[in-house]
């Protein structure tokens, strides 16, 4: 792929997620960074570098997703895949309260919580800081 076809991938997949990260909802332009064009499904696993498989993701999602493409959940030890931003709608999965805490509506969600780290403390306090200024979800 040459680069100006790589660049116009990812402005692309950064104009479909309208500049959010597509698993916690960030907005780059808050950021100091820019965003990773990350594979959902990952390379290793069969994935392709289309569009259909590539997801707009801050540094932290990324980097916690990895080559992952599901996680155990609950006493059972259930394997459950993890949210996939090109197939499933977020508003489905994930609520934030008011305190900046995301809630998961379904295992999808519970599960991409927990591998992704989504209520890290600090993701917390950035969720919060979004949701005063208006910026969130
Ligand atoms: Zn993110």
Same mark, same amino acid.
């Given at each position: 792929?040459?680069?100006?076809?790589?660049?116009?991938?990812?402005?692309?997949?950064?104009?479909?997620?309208?500049?959010?990260?597509?698993?916690?909802?960030?907005?780059?332009?808050?950021?100091?960074?820019?965003? &990773?064009? !990350?594979?959902?499904?990952?390379?290793?696993?069969? %994935?392709? #570098?289309?569009?259909?498989?590539?997801?707009?993701?801050?540094?932290?999602?990324?980097?916690?997703?990895?080559?992952?493409?599901?996680?155990?959940?609950?006493?059972?030890?259930?394997?459950?895949?993890?949210?996939?931003?090109?197939?499933?709608?977020?508003?489905? &999965?994930? !609520?934030?309260?008011?305190?900046?805490?995301?809630? %998961?509506? #379904?295992?999808?969600?519970?599960?991409?919580?927990?591998?992704?780290?989504?209520?890290?403390?600090?993701?917390?306090?950035?969720?919060?800081?979004?949701?005063?200024?208006?910026?969130?979800?």
């Amino acid at each position: 792929m040459s680069e100006q076809s790589r660049k116009q991938l990812r402005k692309r997949i950064a104009i479909i997620a309208g500049g959010r990260c597509e698993y916690c909802r960030v907005l780059e332009y808050l950021t100091h960074y820019d965003f &990773h064009i !990350e594979h959902i499904i990952g390379l290793q696993h069969g %994935g392709t #570098s289309v569009a259909s498989n590539l997801a707009y993701s801050c540094a932290w999602c990324n980097w916690k997703k990895g080559p992952n493409i599901a996680t155990i959940l609950g006493r059972e030890g259930s394997l459950i895949p993890l949210f996939n931003p090109r197939t499933q709608n977020w508003f489905t &999965h994930f !609520e934030p309260n008011e305190n900046g805490v995301l809630n %998961g509506k #379904s295992d999808i969600g519970k599960a991409t919580i927990k591998l992704l780290e989504l209520n890290h403390p600090e993701r917390v306090d950035e969720r919060f800081c979004m949701i005063q200024s208006g910026f969130y979800p």
